[in-house]
């Protein structure tokens, strides 16, 4: 079996932590021996091992004269656990196969020289694109220090999101919606603006069958603090709520928020939420990935600050009609179809009776 076949299997086994290693990137590792598998392991969860540690622990004394396949360039610095250059020297592999480098400052190449001074012998980019798209969070959250942000849609056939009198349940099928659910779980915040608290008082929680999964810090945008305090996210207990507001909201109704255990932010004497100073904020609490569910307004703001890292549509088999419908994204537009925002590396699943159509915008 050549590089690319064991790479692939430790590219599966960081896929298998997705949703739970953040603010950590997903890292696998498999250790060959003569052409057998000796060890294979993945980094978990924050604070515990790194994928090489735990692949090292299995393989034991086989590790000497192996060759390590790790999908991320392995640390050079002390963190939360110690280097692991220090620990695949120290356990004698001969070679390591690197699929992408770290751009972890702490990291950033130190992490292969060290591999190499000790005389290991390393090959970088085996399978790279993969491991990029991997860790498109991390890589987003280390190098930009906000949150990668996917806006996740979902409309009819002819492009709307509700009827004209706003009727909008469901407009998807039961796996589909299941499909968002597994999103929200990989994200560690969600984000919708007030209008849709307003309009439909949604939990924006996490809902698997069997294991629940993990909910998303529940972020609002809310201008002039018009969030009623019954809102059933306000007062479910489920998972945290922050919202971002403006200097021109009442301080009177911040202090009740807060009082309720809100946390609340103001970007300041602006029109409205200042989305990248936002995402800066966000980026200062720890959140590496940003999931924007509407409505129409909040994800054109989005859009015009080209803040906007991903796009994931769910298309419904249906049609509404009219001119009154809602479509996914408001605001003012662009006025020439050359100015479109154009999207690339596209991927077209079918999710039970609808489409999930997935892509990365091209900011110009
Ligand atoms: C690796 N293998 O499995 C992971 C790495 O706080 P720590 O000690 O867990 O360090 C986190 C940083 O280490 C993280 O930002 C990234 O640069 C690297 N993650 N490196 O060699 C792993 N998870
Ligand atoms: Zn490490």
């Keep these: 079996m050549g590089h690319d076949t064991y790479m692939k299997l430790a590219l599966t086994l960081a896929e298998a932590a997705r949703g739970q290693t953040s603010p950590n990137p997903l890292v696998g590792c498999v250790i060959v021996q003569g052409g057998e598998i000796v060890g294979m392991g993945a980094h978990l969860r924050a604070g515990e ?19 390590a396949y790790v999908t991320l360039e392995p640390c050079s610095h002390h963190g939360r656990t110690p280097p692991c250059a220090n620990a695949l020297i120290a356990s004698g592999v001969a070679s390591v196969v690197i699929a992408s480098s770290d751009p972890n400052p702490l990291v950033a190449g130190q992490g292969v020289a060290r591999l190499r001074e000790a005389g290991i012998s390393v090959t970088c980019g085996v399978c790279e694109e993969e491991a ?3 860790n498109e ?4 959250y280390i190098t930009k220090k906000r949150p990668f942000v996917t806006i996740k849609t979902a409309m009819t056939l002819d ?20 499909d968002v659910h ?30 629940k999964g993990r909910n998303p810090v529940r972020i609002v945008l809310d201008t002039a603090l018009r969030i009623p305090d019954t809102a059933r996210m306000l007062t479910d207990g489920e998972a945290p ?15 009740v928020l807060e009082a309720m255990g809100v946390r609340v932010f103001s970007t300041g004497m602006t029109q409205r939420v ?36 991903k796009l994931v549509t769910y298309v419904a088999p249906k049609l509404v009609a009219g001119h009154l419908a809602p479509t996914p994204f408001g605001g003012i537009g662009v006025e020439q179809m050359a100015d479109a925002i154009d999207l690339a590396d596209l991927k077209v699943e079918t999710v039970g009776v609808d489409l999930k159509i997935s892509g990365y915008p091209v900011w110009k």
């Design 49 to 67: 091992a790194h994928a090489e540690v735990q692949a090292l622990r299995m393989a034991g004394e086989r590790a000497r004269g192996a060759t």
């Design 132 to 134: 990029k798209r991997l």
């Design 137 to 140: 969070v991390f890589f987003t």
């Design 159 to 178: 492009g709307k999101v509700a009827t004209q009198t706003g009727s909008s349940r469901w407009i998807t099928g039961e796996a589909a919606r299941l």
């Design 182 to 211: 597994q999103m929200r779980h990989e994200h560690d915040a969600i984000l919708v603006g007030v209008g849709t608290v307003i309009a439909d008082d949604p939990q924006l929680t996490t809902r698997l069958p069997e294991e």
């Design 241 to 255: 709520v922050w919202v971002f507001t403006t200097d021109r909201a009442s301080q009177e109704k911040r202090t």
């Design 274 to 309: 200042h989305i990248e100073t936002m995402l800066g904020v966000l980026g200062e609490e720890g959140i590496t990935s940003l999931l924007v569910e509407g409505g129409s307004e909040v994800n054109a703001s989005f859009l015009t600050a080209s803040a906007v890292d």
